[in-house]
């Protein structure tokens, strides 16, 4: 069971991992058991989440600290690692990720962020938040993390890990409401997770189908602009418009 997503918001002075988190988001055991109580971890699944299937995403850390020897990830050791050496754990198939080669200097960038800003403490990042908004502006910050990206992961860390400063649902924005299923901030089992990836497919047909909308408008506006055009007769001057 996972933290209660209806306690009440605030300054929850838990704001840790392993402390009654129960996630379901890899869909394998080990792998779960792993990103509720590395902060690290959850950082690396968010950034891989982009894609690949969440729980491909989400299961990476796990498999990437197996291949490296340890029961969990080390920013110091990531950042320090030979780029290429580490780049190999990534390619080394079954692949860590659709584009392993990219997401391994992802990855390493982070955590070299992490070691330069919060001494490779990625719990860091959120531990003394003051606000939704300042957490939000911290996750912005993080190499790989887009507007988007650090909004969900604002919403997984109020949902599932109990760490919500004040305000933390309204900078999530949409990912942040109750019962929505928009993202794996939501994820909490099987049922769930079909769920969310339903809700990503239509979103995703939607857009598509504006987008084509949009381009066939484009089209015919300007098919009727040319059309409305008077050509100039062959060898005529063109006509003085009048003063």
């Not at 990720?97 to 719990?123: I, K, N, T």
């Not at 531990?127 to 887009?146: I, N, V």
């Amino acid at each position: 069971m996972t933290i209660s997503d209806s306690a009440s918001d605030g300054n929850d002075s838990a704001r840790g991992f392993g402390r009654g988190v129960d996630l379901r988001i890899a869909q394998q055991p080990e792998a779960d058991a792993l990103l509720a109580r590395s902060p690290l971890a959850a950082l690396v699944g968010m950034l891989l989440d982009q894609q690949v299937p969440m729980e491909w995403a989400f299961t990476g850390p796990y498999t990437l600290a197996g291949r490296m020897g340890s029961d969990d990830l080390d920013a110091g050791r990531i950042a320090a690692q030979d780029p290429e050496e580490f780049a190999e754990l990534f390619t080394t198939k079954p692949a860590l990720h659709r584009y392993p080669g990219s997401m391994a200097q992802r990855v390493q960038q982070l955590c070299r962020y992490l070691v330069a800003e919060y001494g490779g403490d990625a719990s860091a990042v959120w531990r003394d938040a003051a606000s939704g908004a300042d957490l939000l502006e911290r996750l912005k910050a993080l190499p790989g993390f887009g507007e988007q990206k650090a909004r969900i992961f604002l919403a997984l860390l109020g949902k599932q890990y109990g760490v919500r400063p004040p305000g933390w649902r309204e900078a999530a924005g949409a990912y942040g409401a109750t019962g929505s299923r928009r993202s794996v901030a939501d994820i909490t089992g099987p049922t769930s997770l079909a769920e969310v990836r339903a809700y990503k497919q239509e979103a995703k047909a939607a857009a598509k189908a504006e987008k084509a909308t949009a381009g066939t408008t484009a089209k015919k506006t300007a098919g009727g602009r040319a059309t409305g055009r008077k050509k100039t007769p062959k060898g005529a001057a063109p006509k003085r418009e009048s003063q």
